[in-house]
């Protein structure tokens, strides 16, 4: 029997576009706020990571807190409409402060500008708006299918957005006249065009109504009064969400390794301007599988097997980026960096689908709706993934005897370029694929319908 659909193209495409206001600010943050910091307004990069990761204390605690208040929240707008739309707002006021840090002003006033910045944006306005727009994918339609596809057609947007940040905003800054108040003029034009686009996607989608997101087979009720505490022991009760956060913080301690790259290109290949180019490497191949992963979900009849099949071809992508890394080949570099990626791609186009069956677990097994709170594991796994990720890096850059003010590194620097941008990804693809191949939350939540029907 077909599934009921929801949702027009317009539909599917607007809500996809949301991704480009996120990864103005994701991108954009990840790739360059380290050597905007330490190139150009000259902090420590150990300070700066250490900032990063004490920032972590602060926010850990906000994902499951905004995702239970969604999921507590009912307005005209719907649930989630209302946080993802003034969510913003605040994003992209940090998101210029992050990239204005006061040249003028001492170093300790410059390093608590950028902590106080840094903590508001990811704690409170972008967990706020990022829980939002992900919990939209099972708030808006029921229909597994359209899920998938409104996952593949926000990643598309997402890595052509990462793409096109981090081809051209070293050129962009250079345009501007380079140095601090380039930098924050382009932070300032990011964040105004994010939030525009954000709106946009925002109220391109209608919510379903409660009573027909509540609507089961069974008849258990969905009954959604419970608190903090009560959230939080649904969401690690449920294991599948524990391996969803576990491998999507593995993925943003991913991208900030490779996010390293700018390091990497710079003082290893000599030259800034690969990276813009290996961007497209990465980006293309995922985006051409998000184009077919729909169609492969539909023909493999599922997502668990894809998302495995993928990530054992991501693993020998990087694997031969390693060796071409030693070999000094950068078009071998390109090509593995695409085989990498290409076998990526099929998990981050049905992983919203994926959560969502994760949620639909919980109300098998518990009978309580948490669709907000469980989308926290995508603000969780950013935060918490790309912000030690990015502190990771400048730990690493520091104990190797990085110094900005320096044309030519250090030979331990050089050495730990290597570790952190070919090394650690492969290890990182080599522990998501072991952990995928655990995740079949489809199969588990089809025996739990088979066996009430056979009772």
């Known amino acids: ?199 946009i996607s925002a109220l391109s989608v209608k919510e379903l109504p409660e009573s027909e997101l509540n609507e089961e087979d069974s008849s258990e009720s969905a009954e959604e009064k419970y608190g903090l505490l009560e959230a939080f022991r649904l969401l690690i009760s449920n294991k599948f969400y524990l391996m969803i956060c576990g491998v999507y913080i593995l993925q943003q301690l991913y991208g900030a390794m490779i996010n390293s790259g700018i390091y990497y290109m710079t003082y290893v290949l000599k030259n800034e301007n690969l990276y813009g180019v290996f961007s ?68 981050q186009g049905d992983m919203n689908a994926v959560i969502a069956s994760c949620s639909e677990y919980t109300f098998l097994t518990k009978g309580k709706r948490v669709d907000g709170t469980m989308y926290s594991c995508t603000s969780l796994g950013v935060k918490l993934g790309g912000g030690l990720g990015t502190a990771a890096a400048g730990w690493l850059l520091e104990f190797s005897k990085f110094d900005g003010t320096l044309a030519i590194q250090p030979e331990s620097c050089i050495n730990m370029l290597h570790i952190m941008y070919l090394w650690i990804p492969l290890v990182i693809n080599i522990i998501i694929m072991l952990i995928l191949s655990r995740m079949n939350v489809e199969g588990a939540n089809e025996k739990i319908r088979n066996k009430r029907n056979m009772t």
């Open 1 to 199: 029997m077909n599934e009921k659909t929801y949702l027009k193209w317009y539909n599917k495409i607007g809500y996809g576009s949301g991704d480009i206001a996120g990864n103005v600010v994701y991108a954009f943050l990840s790739s360059f706020v380290m050597i905007y910091l330490t190139n150009t307004i000259g902090l420590s990069a150990g300070i700066v990571g250490s900032l990063i990761a004490l920032s972590k204390l602060f926010d850990g605690i906000t994902d499951i807190f905004f995702g239970a208040m969604i999921d507590k929240t009912h307005t005209k707008l719907g649930k989630a409409k209302p946080w993802m739309l003034y969510g913003y707002i605040g994003c992209a006021v940090t998101l210029a402060a992050i990239f204005a840090v006061p040249t003028s002003w001492g170093t300790t006033a410059q390093y608590a500008w950028f902590f106080i910045a840094y903590t508001l944006l990811n704690g409170v306005f972008y967990t706020a708006n990022n829980i939002a727009y992900s919990a939209l994918t099972s708030l808006v339609t029921k229909n597994s299918k359209e899920r998938v596809q409104m996952g593949s057609c926000r990643f598309i947007f997402a890595f052509s957005t990462s793409l096109l940040i981090q081809s051209v905003t070293i050129s962009f800054v250079a345009k501007c006249g380079g140095g601090a108040n380039a930098w924050r003029t382009v932070a300032i034009v990011y964040a105004i065009f994010g939030l525009i686009i954000n709106t």
């Open 280 to 347: 497209w490497a990465f980006n293309i191949p995922l985006i051409i599988a998000l184009l077919f992963t729909p169609t492969l979900v539909g023909k493999w009849k599922g997502m668990y097997k894809l998302n495995l099949r993928g990530y054992i071809i991501a693993v020998i992508g990087r694997a031969f980026v390693v060796a071409a890394g030693y070999i000094g080949s950068v078009p071998l570099m390109l090509l593995f960096t695409a085989l990498a990626a290409l076998g990526q791609g099929p998990w």
